[in-house]
Structures are given as structure tokens and as C-alpha cells.
């Protein structure tokens, strides 16, 4: 007979026939993907995080590092990085509007005279700095690199003469949805790397 489901504020316990992973009675704990996932404790019926690096058993961190998937994966992250970088420089040359973050990093850049990619760097390290020492939140590899690389990327494809400008409405809404297409396409490329 299966045993019956027991809800409360304070905790209740899954039972082991429901087949959902809780401490040591699941082996898709062993699994779980590397940003940390919540569930209760069978023993204590408090909530426990349990985090898995993304390596594979028995082996380093500087084994993990010197990995092919660790390096695909971070090819991955670079190429979406990129394609991020190329679709806010399309939304910014199309001239027809902004999403509102760019907003901020272009008004901020209109009045310091920093270049949009600098600002946008220096609001990231600021959301950062808080989330680490105020809400105690560790940046990952993909946080810090998302801080430190779409920002040059901006700049520089800014810069290029053959980078597509416009000033018609048309036009610019094609650029502008060309922009939000590519972002998509960065949005899919760098999940795969959060997957790993």
C-alpha cells in the first residue's frame, strides 16, 4: 500500500515509492546539474542544498579544468557571449529603441563619456560585488566572463565600418528584430554551457 503524502509549514517527508530524489534514497542525486537545487532532508525534514561541481567522480577540479568538456563547454559560452555582444550592437544601430538595460548603459555612457561596453562592464561588477557581499551569492565562471567579455564585443563591432546602421523607422525595426533573433540564438548557446 502506498504510503500517503504529508504536507505542513514545518516539513513534511517524500516517501521513498513517489520517486522524487531527496538525501541519500535517490541515485538522480548523484546527477543533479551544477547550480544547486533544494529539497528536503529525509532525516531532519529541513531544507538542504546539495551542489554538484559538474565533475566527474573521483576526479580534480584541475582535472575537471583540463577537460575537453570543460573547454567545449566554455567554446560554447564564448560563441553565445559573442552573439549577445553582436545582437545589443544591432538593437543599438537600429535607432528605434533600446531593452532596459542597454537603456541604462547608453544614458550612462551619454553622460560619463565612457564607451558603452565600459559601463555596461561597470554595472556588472557592481551587481556582482553586491550579490557576493551582500546577498552572499558566489559569481560563477559564466557570471564573471558575461561581465567581462559582451561589453568589448559591443565596442568593437560599434566601431567597424561595415557594421549596419540605420535611420528609418522600417529598416531599424528589422535590425532592432534581427537583434532580439540573435539573442535568442546567444540565449540557447550560452544555456548550454549552464547545463553542464
Known amino acids: 500500500m502506498r504510503q500517503r503524502m504529508q504536507f505542513g509549514v514545518s516539513g513534511g517527508r517524500w516517501p521513498d515509492d513517489v520517486g522524487l530524489p531527496h538525501e541519500g534514497s535517490h541515485p538522480a542525486c548523484a546527477t543533479m546539474p551544477s547550480w544547486g537545487h533544494q529539497w528536503r532532508s529525509s532525516d531532519e525534514g529541513n531544507l538542504s542544498v546539495k551542489k554538484d561541481e559538474g565533475r566527474l567522480p573521483g576526479t580534480s577540479r584541475w582535472d575537471h579544468y583540463r577537460s575537453w568538456m570543460?573547454?567545449?563547454?566554455?567554446?560554447?559560452?564564448?560563441?553565445?557571449?559573442?552573439?549577445?555582444?553582436?545582437?545589443?550592437?544591432?538593437?543599438?544601430?537600429?535607432?528605434?529603441?533600446?531593452?532596459?538595460?542597454?537603456?541604462?548603459?547608453?544614458?550612462?555612457?551619454?553622460?560619463?563619456?565612457?564607451?558603452?561596453?565600459?559601463?555596461?562592464?561597470?554595472?556588472?561588477?557592481?551587481?556582482?560585488?553586491?550579490?557576493?557581499?551582500?546577498?552572499?551569492?558566489?559569481?560563477?565562471?559564466?557570471?564573471?566572463?558575461?561581465?567581462?567579455?559582451?561589453?568589448?564585443?559591443?565596442?568593437?563591432?560599434?566601431?567597424v565600418t561595415w557594421f549596419p546602421t540605420q535611420s528609418g523607422y522600417l529598416w531599424g525595426s528589422v535590425q532592432f528584430v534581427s537583434g532580439v533573433l540573435v539573442m535568442g540564438l546567444a540565449t540557447a548557446s550560452r544555456w548550454g554551457w549552464l547545463k553542464r
Open 70 to 159: 570543460f573547454w567545449s563547454h566554455m567554446a560554447r559560452l564564448q560563441l553565445g557571449l559573442f552573439l549577445f555582444g553582436l545582437a545589443v550592437s544591432l538593437m543599438l544601430e537600429a535607432n528605434i529603441g533600446l531593452d532596459p538595460w542597454s537603456s541604462l548603459h547608453d544614458a550612462l555612457s551619454e553622460k560619463s563619456g565612457l564607451s558603452f561596453g565600459r559601463i555596461a562592464q561597470g554595472v556588472g561588477l557592481l551587481l556582482i560585488l553586491f550579490s557576493a557581499f551582500v546577498l552572499s551569492v558566489k559569481p560563477g565562471v559564466a557570471t564573471v566572463l558575461n561581465m567581462l567579455v559582451i561589453g568589448p564585443w559591443v565596442d568593437l563591432l560599434r566601431e
